[in-house]
């Protein structure tokens, strides 16, 4: 299996992308960092012998994300799974060099732009996508028309709501276009995400309030490498199972909302 992996550089996805090298996946470690990268192909590498390879790439921008996947294409003859795990959680409103507010860039745009480039590769393959998705979707009050929340309140949890509501609305749509696309909620996972928040305050220091990067990463990699990341395409699975959802994480006229509304923002255009 030829797996990518986004974020894989820290967190969840670090601890994914050794989990699916101990289960014998041939990985591309995508992340931000080189360095904190270069760590985790490290480990990948005492496990299995073999270095992956490791590919930067910043998510605030649609050029990098074009030219990481032109890499990624030029180096996977076969993507059998793409793990959209990179994310953000931020309590200051930032915008991107594209317009866009960050977080609906970071988790959102970018991996929506970079499936699509890969898309014709995954299905050669007929692979896989896996997205890593949050409860916090549930409070996603997302509008096509006003992704950066210009023209409605804004606070860094109701745009984060609004970006992982997102996530279940793409995988929705990918699995409408044929693709074998399921997200998951990974767990209250003690992580430096959502950094200074006092939610994450509490699962840092709280007992009993967060879980440890393996037990996300479990629920992660069931779905890269079980039956039921196939079989169960347009899913959001919590705690191994899929999940029921509110409407606006399922709602097939919102989801195709949101595609149109990505493709303008991207610039991408479908073959
Ligand atoms: N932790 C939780 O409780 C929880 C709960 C629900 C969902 N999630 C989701 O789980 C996913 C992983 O988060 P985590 O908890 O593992 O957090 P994390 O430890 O902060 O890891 C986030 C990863 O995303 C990367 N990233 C952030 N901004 C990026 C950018 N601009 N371009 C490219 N990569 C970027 C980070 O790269 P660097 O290493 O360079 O920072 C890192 O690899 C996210 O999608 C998050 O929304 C987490």
Known sequence: MNTVITGASDGIGAASALELARKGHRLVLVGRTASKLSAVADQVAAITGDRPDTLTVDFTSFEDVRRVAADLLDRCERIDVL?????????????????????????????????????????????????????????????????????????????????????????????????????????????????????????????????????????????????????HPGRYFAGNVPAAVPRQMSDPDLAAALWSASLAATGHHES
């Open 83 to 231: 793990v959209n795990n990179a994310g953000v959680m931020s309590t200051k409103r930032q915008g991107t060099a594209d317009g866009h507010e960050l977080m609906i860039q970071v988790n959102h745009l970018s991996p929506f732009l970079l499936t699509n480039l890969l898309l014709d590769r995954i299905k050669e393959s007929s692979g896989r996508v896996v997205t890593t998705c949050s409860r916090a979707a549930k409070t996603g009050r997302l509008d096509p028309a006003d992704l950066s929340r210009e023209r409605r309140k804004w606070s860094g949890w109701l745009q984060y709501g609004d970006s992982k509501q997102a996530n279940a609305l793409f995988t929705v749509s990918l699995a409408e276009r044929g693709i074998a696309a399921t997200c998951v909620h990974p767990g209250v996972i003690r992580t430096g995400f959502a950094p200074g928040t006092f939610f994450m305050k509490l699962v840092l220091h709280m007992p009993g309030m967060g879980e440890p990067v393996e037990a996300g990463a479990a629920r992660l990699t069931h779905l890269a490498a079980h039956p039921d990341g196939v079989d």
